[in-house]
């Protein structure tokens, strides 16, 4: 144009920079943003916003805001190009301070403007800020039409504000596959996985079509829920209505079939797919952990390696349980160097997956030393290091890493309580037992049945059945282990009568016993002096066969018997040999 002596004009120029912005050319643009006030062109609305769009689409929000400041006039639209492009270039502050300025000025926001604020609010989890926008768009009189109303309803589900986002779901006039999404989306990622499993019906009975992204949004609840008859419901549907299965659909139906422990069918579905990703080897390799298949999970993750794939860091937190599964510290340490390698080991995830593997590859030393250099630590990261602790003999350490973690201002969970009672158990140390029982009452662990079953563990370790049976009475709910607990307390203390009324009493409630059962009855026999009763109620009644702990109990309690005790126990030949260790 220019070489045939024809001159731009104002309509021009924003064609012009439009494609420079499809092309990512911001010098270009610059240059002709220079050549049309070279030109006396005055920058309008057009050329200005199109100008802004470009800038902020390369992340030059600066000179995007230094160009909207010159603008003379400016309408909605240009309010809204500069909004969103503080948005996409994540300076939400700058965002909110837009949007209010905007409201002090002539201009009112629209849709497209409640719209880009509210993804805001969604992603800094402003709830305050976000009802007040609501209010604003009400009182302003515009219609919830689903753009406004699918932001809305992210905003409060990311709120975690459910029953604001189902009251606004129900009260929407039109609902879309975007709201739909949304609703089942907000109920999965809460954790509501049963309302997430009803709204996904209810919308196969109306009129809405599910998509790809439905089916990856929805299937997590499915697994969750390990529900392999509706898992594989879902498949049937996804394939009679041809959905397309992209990766991420896959790997949701990978972890769908692991989690309800259908391990061929998870390996049949990334056997078949013509193009895997990073994304689908992630999922084989958690799901081949979850299912104990230690080696062949670290066989994906070396073809994963050896096809090119970059892994990523849920890739490395996936593969580190099955080095610590296998006791692969070699693979573990070169994993973990890999982590350093590219600047992944600030993630929280990864710092908990490495100090699990060294913790249960016997390397507690590295574990404390992953643990410290961690910036942030979450429960689970202070869970790992107190169980750690307390499951390899150093008691002392448990109980310093949880008051620790009280201290650093970290939440309690019912693990954390547990493993630190552990703790206390095998010192013994009953006054630290009563200080977190005291904490227990005082918050909602109380009716934590493995945190109180792990508290009469304690009290009968430090002697006191009183507490320990104080304890069990008073408990809401008892399962086995509730019951194992306080039949093994009585058994360690001789009581023979107490355990065998407790076993009784265990039956009449409908709860079966189990191997850990009848360890606390051969316990409370053996210190009774009376061994045959323990075989009797452990053989001949219930048929359930002895382990290697019941012949150890019984051994060691049996005294001058143990020869003959040995030499009953013909598939433990190994015993047999070592029958003088016994007796010392």
């Not at 009797?536 to 048929?543: D, H, K, M, R």
Request: hydrophobic content about 45%.
């Amino acid at each position: 144009m220019l070489g045939s002596g024809i001159s731009p004009d104002k309509y021009t120029f924003p064609s012009v920079i439009k494609a420079c912005g499809g092309v990512n050319n911001v010098r270009l643009g610059k240059a002709i943003y220079d050549t049309i006030q070279f030109m006396g062109f005055g920058v309008d609305i057009f050329v200005g916003s199109s100008l802004i769009q470009l800038y902020v689409d390369n992340g030059c929000i600066h000179d995007a805001w230094c160009l909207f400041v010159e603008m003379p006039h400016k309408d909605c639209v240009l309010w809204n190009v500069m909004l969103h492009g503080y948005v996409k270039n994540g300076e939400s502050k700058n965002a909110v301070g837009m949007f209010l300025e905007m409201r002090n000025s002539e201009i009112k926001p629209n849709a497209v403007t409640f719209a880009c604020i509210l993804s805001v609010c969604a992603s800094e989890a402003m709830i305050g800020f976000g009802t007040q926008l609501h209010g604003l768009i009400v009182a302003s009189g515009l219609e919830l039409d689903s753009p406004v109303a699918n932001t809305l309803l992210a905003m409060y589900s990311k709120c975690q504000c459910l029953s604001e986002a189902r009251k606004l779901f129900d009260m929407m006039p039109r609902t879309d596959l975007v709201t739909w999404n949304g609703m089942i989306s907000g109920y999965i990622q809460n954790g509501f996985m049963v309302e997430a499993s009803r709204l996904f019906q209810a919308m196969i009975s109306s009129s809405v079509k599910p998509d790809s992204i439905t089916f990856a949004s929805f299937l997590p609840s499915v697994a969750e829920l390990a529900s392999l008859k509706q898992g594989k419901e879902i498949h049937g549907y996804i394939v009679r209505h041809c959905v397309p299965l992209d990766v991420f659909l896959k790997s949701a139906l990978i972890d769908v079939y692991f989690k309800c422990r259908n391990v061929d069918m998870a390996c049949k579905i990334f056997n078949q797919s013509t193009r895997t990703d990073v994304v689908m080897c992630t999922a084989m390799i958690s799901g081949l952990v979850l299912n104990g298949m230690n080696n062949d999970a670290l066989e994906i993750f070396r073809w994963l390696l050896k096809e090119k794939m970059r892994p990523n860091s849920l890739t490395l937190a996936s593969v580190l349980p099955a080095c610590a599964g296998l006791v692969a510290l070699k693979l573990g340490k070169e994993l973990h160097g890999n982590i350093l390698k590219h600047g992944l080991d600030g993630r929280l995830h990864l710092g908990s997956a490495l100090t699990d593997m060294y913790a249960k590859s016997g390397r507690l030393d590295l574990a404390h030393q992953v643990f410290e250099r961690m910036f942030e630590r979450d429960t689970i990261c202070w869970n790992s290091m107190i169980t750690s602790y307390s499951q390899n003999g150093k008691p002392e350490e448990a109980i310093d890493i949880f008051r620790q973690m009280g201290m650093a201002g970290a939440k309690y969970d019912c693990v954390s309580i547990s493993a630190a009672l552990s703790a206390c158990a095998n010192l013994p140390a009953l006054h630290y037992g009563k200080e977190i029982h005291g904490f227990m009452i005082r918050s909602a662990f109380r009716s934590d049945l493995f945190a109180e079953s792990a508290l009469i563990d304690v009290y009968a370790k430090c002697g006191n059945l009183v507490l320990a049976r104080r304890v069990f009475d008073m408990m809401e709910e008892k399962n086995e282990v509730s019951w194992n607990s306080i039949i093994s307390a009585y058994g360690s203390h001789g009581c023979l009568q107490d355990s065998l009324v407790l076993f009784r009493e265990m039956l009449g409630n409908g709860i079966l016993p189990d191997h850990v059962t009848f360890l606390g009855i051969l316990s409370a026999c053996g210190h009774a002096g009376q061994v045959d009763d323990g075989n009797f109620y452990l053989i001949e009644e219930y048929g359930i066969p002895a382990r290697l702990e019941h012949y150890a109990c019984m051994i060691l309690v049996s005294g001058e018997h143990c020869l003959e005790l040995v030499g009953s126990m013909a598939m433990l030949s190994l015993l047999k040999r070592h029958q003088d260790i016994f007796l010392t």
